[in-house]
């Protein structure tokens, strides 16, 4: 088994087919095919099933993936190790972080950080699933919840409260409920998704509510900042994270008595990285650039 092979094995895993690994690798899917077809004469298993559409792994070629992943993983920490500048920050940082806290909060930030850093470089991996740092899928994270994994650095960035709010336009039509139980006669928005955010991003639905009974929504969906717009253009009343209302004036909050749930933001990244200048710089911005409260 040579090294070139083992990478379009690799690539072909992770596509599932010859011609999205090809576009990957800049081969041809001819070019990739035959080197898979002559890892598989030399190995003398199948890697693959071929079927119309596309390639599954064999169980051989699950246990080959899985050992691939770990060394290239492995290999791509130690070239970051070996390349980080003991100086002064410089290289390409991959970030990870939840689609909408990407979005709206950390982007707009972020040239700020470059015009300060110049040698540093940045992928931004918006993903609401938690990457595996340990496996190299990216360098850093920005999570709403605590690190699951233990043998990762952790850093406590903020909690960030979740308001109730409305828009003037949707006050002026509908009234400002005044107690939990008013909820109940207006229009609710709420995420919708098998794949929350953060596991309170719909505490609305059951604010006053006896038994757990939940109170219906009048619009569902799996995105933050499509709530925040949907809100904004007075379509009902929901819960967004603090930093979302700060450049939205056309979002007012509603019900401040009410102690909203809070969302804890963590930044982590591996322990191998813990030296790293890229790293260091990148946590001392985000701490700069939290406010008092989300």
Not at 123 to 137: A, K, N, P, Q, S
Not at 140 to 169: E, F, G, K, N, Y
């Amino acid at each position: 088994m040579d090294w070139d092979k083992l990478r379009i094995f690799h690539a072909v895993a992770e596509a599932g087919s010859f011609t999205h690994a090809g576009d990957v690798l800049s081969l041809s899917q001819s070019a990739v095919s035959r080197q898979i077809s002559a890892l598989e004469e030399a190995l003398q298993v199948p890697l693959f099933h071929r079927h119309a559409r596309g390639l599954i792994l064999t169980e051989q070629g699950e246990q080959m993936n899985r050992t691939v992943r770990e060394v290239f993983a492995k290999l791509a920490m130690t070239e970051a190790l070996l390349t980080e500048s003991k100086e002064k920050a410089a290289g390409r940082l991959k970030i990870t972080t939840t689609t909408d806290f990407g979005t709206a909060w950390l982007a707009p930030r972020l040239p700020r950080f470059l015009t300060t850093h110049p040698d540093i470089s940045i992928t931004l991996i918006l993903e609401d699933g938690d990457l595996d740092l340990g496996m190299r899928e990216a360098d850093v994270a920005i999570r709403m919840h605590p690190p699951r994994q233990p043998d990762l650095v952790q850093r406590h960035l903020i909690d960030i409260p979740m308001p109730i709010c409305a828009s003037p336009d949707y006050l002026a039509r509908h009234g400002a409920p005044t107690s939990p139980d008013d909820l109940d006669r207006h229009r609710i928005v709420l995420f919708g998704s098998y794949h929350p955010p953060s596991p309170d991003i719909n505490w609305l639905a059951g604010l006053g509510r006896p038994n757990g009974a939940k109170r219906q929504s009048v619009f569902e969906v799996n995105s933050l900042t499509s709530m925040a717009e949907a809100i904004e253009a007075g379509l009902g009343i929901g819960s967004l994270p603090h930093y979302m209302l700060t450049d939205r004036p056309g979002l007012q909050k509603i019900l401040t008595e009410i102690k909203s749930p809070t969302v804890e933001a963590y930044f982590v990244y591996p322990e191998e990285l813990r030296t790293s200048k890229r790293v260091a710089v990148f946590r001392d911005f985000l701490l700069s650039e939290m406010p008092a409260r989300g």
